[in-house]
């Protein structure tokens, strides 16, 4: 398909690349084309997997039972005092 400029509109994974020498010969030009979706997608989950573990301790810190062993408080007072 060409486009109203003359060139090719589709992307082009190799093409002729004139050299401004007229003693050498032209060359090719390649275009590697790579994602990098998977490791993207794999850090991600990692840090999604460390927020959550974080997260979980910090549950586990601040739960009515951890904070029972320290403040003399029970039932209601307790579960108010937590929500704080």
């Not at 951890?66 to 307790?78: S, T």
Request: proline fraction near 4%; charge should be positive; charged fraction near 25%.
């Amino acid at each position: 398909m060409i486009n109203c400029k003359g060139t090719s509109s589709i992307n082009q994974s190799a093409f002729k690349q004139p050299i401004a020498d007229p003693n050498t010969e032209d060359s090719v030009n390649l275009r590697l084309w790579w994602s990098k979706k998977s490791e993207k997608d794999a850090m991600k989950q990692q840090r999604l997997a460390k927020k959550v573990k974080i997260t979980t301790q910090i549950q586990h810190a601040f739960s009515k039972e951890a904070i029972g062993k320290y403040v003399p408080l029970n039932g209601q007072k307790l579960h108010c005092f937590v929500l704080r």
